[in-house]
C-alpha cells in the first residue's frame, strides 16, 4: 500500500487533522485568556493610557505646583540637612528653617534678616526651579480631561489660563504655608510668589498646546533680542574667565584665609555656584560700560575700580586693583556694539520680506538693538539685590548707567549690521517709495445750453 501511496495521503490527512487541532487548542486559550482578564480586571497599556488623559484641570494645574514645590524643598532639605549633621551644636529646625528661607529666595522672595534683608537671589537656582515647572507642566498637559479638544485659539486660551491658574494658586498657598512657617509672611511675599507661580507655569503650558499670541514680527524681535544678549554672555563669559586667571592669587590669599576644607569647602563653591548666573549679568554690565557696584563704596568699571571693605568670599578676588584699569580693558566697550551687529543682522534676516528701503531697515535694526538692550536693564534688575548688613546693600550692576549705556551701544551696532546686510541682501532704495495719488479727472461739461 505503501507503493501506491496510501501511506503518503494518510501521513497529509493525519497533519491536517494534527493541524485542526492545535489551532482549535490556540483558539481555546485565548478564549481562556480574556476570560481571565474580564474576570481579574486586567487592563491593556492603550487602555491605561486612554485613563491618563481623563484628569480634570482642577487636579492636573494643582498637582504639578505641588510636584514642582515638593520636589524643590526637598532638594534643598537634603543639602541642608548634609551642611548641619557637623554641627551639633545646632538643634534639629535648624536646617528646615534654613531650607525655607533658601526656597522663598529661590522664588524671589526677599527674606528679613535682623540687620537688614537679603534680596540677593541665586539665579541659578531660580533657572533650576523653571527647568523643573517646564517639565512637570509637559507631563501634565497632555493627560489633562480635554488637551486633545484644543480647535481654536480661543479654546487654547481659556484651558491654558484654567491650568495656569490653578498651578499659581496652589504654589501661592504653599508658599503661604512656607513663609508663615518662616516667620517671612506678608502680602508683598504672597504676591510675589503668585506671580512666579503664573510665570513658572504659563509659557510651559502656552508651548504645549501650542498656542501662538503674539504676531510674526514681535516673535522675530524676540528673537533678534536673545541673539543679542546671548552675544554679550559670551563676551561676559570671557571677561570673566579673564579676571578669574588675573585674580588667581588673591582667590587663592583669601580661600587660604577663610582655612575651610572638607565639607565646608563643597558648601562654600556651592554658594558661590548659586549666583554664577548674576555674576555674568554683572560682567555684561561691566563690558557695556556701566560697571557694577558691591555694596557701599565699591564700584567696578572698565574706566576706574573702587573697593571698600568687603566679606571674605575668595570669587571677589576677581575684581581689579584700585584705581585705573589699564588701557586694554577699554577695548571690552567693543563687546556691546559686536552684540547689537548680531541683533540687527538676526533681525533683518528674520524680515527681509517687509524690508522694502535701507531707511526702514536702519530704523527697525535701530529699535531691535534698543529692545536688546533695555532687556539687558531687566536682566539687571533681576541679579542685584542686598547681602544684608549696611555695607552691603545696591549689590549688582549700576541700573541708571546701565539704561544709558546698553540701549545706546546696542542700538548703533544693531543700526549699522541691520542696514549692511538689507544692502548685502540687494536692497538699494534708501527712502520709501512715496505714491503720488493722481488726481481724480472731472467729467467733461456738454456743450449743449
Same mark, same amino acid.
Given at each position: 500500500m505503501a507503493k501506491f501511496g496510501f501511506g503518503k495521503r494518510g501521513d497529509d490527512s493525519g497533519m491536517k487533522i494534527s493541524s485542526k487541532s492545535s489551532l482549535k487548542a490556540r483558539k481555546a486559550k485565548e478564549q481562556f485568556r480574556a476570560k481571565t482578564s474580564q474576570v481579574v480586571g486586567l487592563a491593556r497599556v492603550s487602555d491605561f493610557r486612554g485613563s491618563a488623559k481623563n484628569i480634570p484641570w482642577y487636579i492636573s494645574g494643582p498637582g504639578a505646583a505641588a510636584s514642582v514645590v515638593l520636589v524643590s524643598l526637598m532638594a534643598i532639605l537634603i543639602f541642608s540637612v548634609i551642611a548641619w549633621l557637623p554641627y551639633s551644636e545646632y538643634t534639629e529646625s535648624v536646617p528646615f528653617a534654613v531650607s525655607g528661607h533658601i526656597w522663598l529666595l529661590v522664588s524671589g522672595v526677599p527674606i528679613g534678616l535682623e540687620a537688614g534683608q537679603m534680596s540677593l537671589f541665586p539665579l541659578l537656582l531660580t533657572i533650576l526651579l523653571f527647568v523643573l515647572s517646564h517639565v512637570a507642566c509637559q507631563l501634565v498637559f497632555p493627560r489633562t480631561l480635554g488637551s486633545n479638544e484644543l480647535s481654536d485659539d480661543d479654546k487654547k486660551m481659556r484651558? &491654558? +489660563?484654567?491650568?495656569? =491658574? =490653578?498651578?499659581a494658586l496652589t504654589y501661592a498657598a504653599i508658599g503661604l504655608l512656607v513663609l508663615a512657617l518662616s516667620g517671612q509672611a506678608s502680602w508683598g511675599a504672597l504676591?510675589?510668589?503668585?506671580?512666579?507661580?503664573?510665570?513658572?507655569?504659563?509659557?510651559?503650558?502656552?508651548?504645549? +498646546?501650542?498656542?501662538?499670541? &503674539?504676531?510674526?514680527?514681535?516673535?522675530?524681535? =524676540?528673537?533678534a533680542v536673545l541673539s543679542g544678549i546671548f552675544t554679550l554672555l559670551f563676551f561676559s563669559c570671557l571677561a570673566l574667565i579673564a579676571a578669574l586667571i588675573g585674580g588667581r592669587e588673591k582667590i587663592a590669599t583669601i580661600a587660604a584665609s577663610l582655612g575651610v576644607g572638607g565639607l565646608d569647602s563643597v558648601l562654600l563653591a556651592l554658594t558661590q555656584l548659586a549666583r554664577l548666573p548674576n555674576a555674568l549679568i554683572w560682567m555684561m554690565s561691566w563690558v557695556s560700560g556701566a560697571g557694577f557696584s558691591f555694596g557701599a563704596d565699591s564700584v567696578i568699571t572698565p574706566a576706574a575700580t573702587e573697593v571698600g571693605l568687603l566679606p571674605a568670599l575668595p570669587l571677589l578676588g576677581a575684581f581689579p586693583d584700585p584705581g585705573g584699569t589699564p588701557a586694554g580693558f577699554s577695548a571690552w566697550l567693543v563687546a556691546p556694539v559686536l552684540a547689537g551687529a548680531v541683533c540687527g543682522y538676526v533681525f533683518i534676516r528674520r524680515q527681509m520680506k517687509q524690508v522694502d528701503c535701507l531707511f526702514s531697515a536702519a530704523v527697525w535694526g535701530a529699535v531691535a538693538g534698543i529692545f536688546a538692550g533695555m532687556a539687558l536693564v531687566v536682566l539687571g534688575y533681576l541679579s542685584s539685590g542686598d547681602l544684608g548688613g549696611v555695607r552691603l546693600v545696591d549689590v549688582g550692576p549700576r541700573l541708571p548707567e546701565l539704561a544709558t549705556f546698553a540701549p545706546a551701544l546696542l542700538g548703533l551696532g544693531s543700526l549699522c549690521a541691520s542696514t549692511l546686510t538689507a544692502s548685502l541682501l540687494g536692497v538699494r532704495r534708501i527712502l520709501p517709495k512715496v505714491q503720488v495719488a493722481k488726481p481724480t479727472e472731472l467729467p467733461e461739461e456738454s456743450s449743449d445750453g
Open positions: 484651558f &491654558v +489660563a484654567k491650568l495656569t =491658574g =490653578g498651578f504676591l510675589r510668589l503668585a506671580i512666579v507661580g503664573v510665570l513658572l507655569s504659563f509659557f510651559s503650558l502656552k508651548h504645549a +498646546a501650542n498656542w501662538s499670541i &503674539v504676531p510674526r514680527v514681535i516673535r522675530d524681535l =524676540g528673537w
